[in-house]
């Protein structure tokens, strides 16, 4: 698979809207896609999840550093994908075993945003606030830690296999393994 550079999607379809009018404007790529199929099904103003999506990537590209957007809902860290709902709602913050979620990787749902982890590392993070479903599909009764603001006080203890919900407003790093 080709990785496109995230800057070419949303110029395009920016001026493409801003110019010609959602109606008479062809988009392709990724972005088109998600955004045509909005449209066709009726799931809300393609204007809006355009921007919307784009908002959420900047929150997430901010709140971890060092990633890089490879499509409209899909960013890449040596180690960490994040994958952006492009139609985040309640009934999809329900996060389950049965929820894809490799084996030996820990994912979890902050925002709307599936933050799926494989590299064992200490992660920064920024702006996460809420309750979070989460998924510990680590291999080895592997325990995931996430450190208050200094980084001296664990806030957060769990071991592989589990799951549950929980407050992610204190996390300011997290440790998957």
Not at 17 to 41: K, M, P
């Amino acid at each position: 698979m080709t990785k496109k550079p995230w800057f070419g999607l949303f110029p395009l379809s920016i001026i493409c809207l801003g110019v010609l009018g959602s109606s008479g404007c062809q988009l392709e790529g990724d972005i088109g896609n998600a955004l045509e199929d909005s449209a066709r099904t009726g799931a809300g103003d393609p204007d809006a999840l355009n921007a919307d999506l784009q908002r959420r990537a900047a929150d997430v590209l901010a709140s971890i550093p060092g990633g890089h957007q490879v499509s409209a809902t899909e960013i890449d860290y040596d180690g960490l994908t994040v994958t952006l709902d492009p139609k985040p709602s309640a009934e999809n913050s329900v996060l389950a075993p049965g929820v894809s979620c490799a084996s030996g990787h820990f994912c979890i749902i902050v925002g709307g945003n599936k933050f799926d982890f494989v590299a064992c590392q200490m992660w920064d993070l920024r702006n996460w606030n809420g309750n979070a479903p989460y998924f510990n599909n680590q291999t080895g009764h592997v325990i995931a830690q996430a450190f208050n603001e200094d980084a001296m006080q664990v806030v957060f203890s769990n071991t592989s296999i589990s799951w549950g919900t929980e407050n992610v407003t204190s996390w300011w790093h997290f440790k998957p393994c």
